[in-house]
Nanobody
């Protein structure tokens, strides 16, 4: 089973930057789709970004141009670089992975529970103050 562990969350002022990391062990190379989603208190989960095994990326409109998803297969990490942060970006951020699939979009991240061939991490909190 895929094991994912997020880190890098914290508190930052609006306009600042954070980089989230997700340790994915040996699955970074073989996962069909990996990505990030977030959930703020009282709100539904929102898919943020996705990256395929071929490194094609996809973003939610709310973060496009500000967030960048990437992965380091040699080190076994997935990243989310978040720039020009806004207070509305405040949420718990989760990384996700699916070993098999036929589509990989930001919108799909967190939309359904992981399959038997996927996993979610435990989350890392991001707080952006105005």
């Amino acid at each position: 089973q895929v094991q994912l562990v997020e880190s890098g969350g914290g508190s930052v002022q609006a306009g600042g930057s954070l980089r989230l990391s997700c340790a994915t062990a040996r699955f970074t190379n073989s996962a069909y789709c990996m990505g990030w989603f977030r959930q703020a208190p009282g709100k539904e989960r929102e898919g943020v970004a996705a990256i395929t095994s071929a490194r094609a990326t996809n973003y939610a409109d709310s973060v496009k141009g500000r967030f960048t998803v990437s992965k380091d297969s040699a080190k076994g990490f997935l990243y989310l670089q978040m720039d020009r942060l806004k207070p509305e970006d405040t949420a718990m951020y989760f990384c996700s992975a699916e070993m098999i699939g036929n589509s990989c979009s930001a919108k799909e991240q967190g939309a359904k529970p992981p399959t038997l061939f996927g996993a979610w991490g435990q989350g890392t909190q991001v707080t952006v103050s105005s």
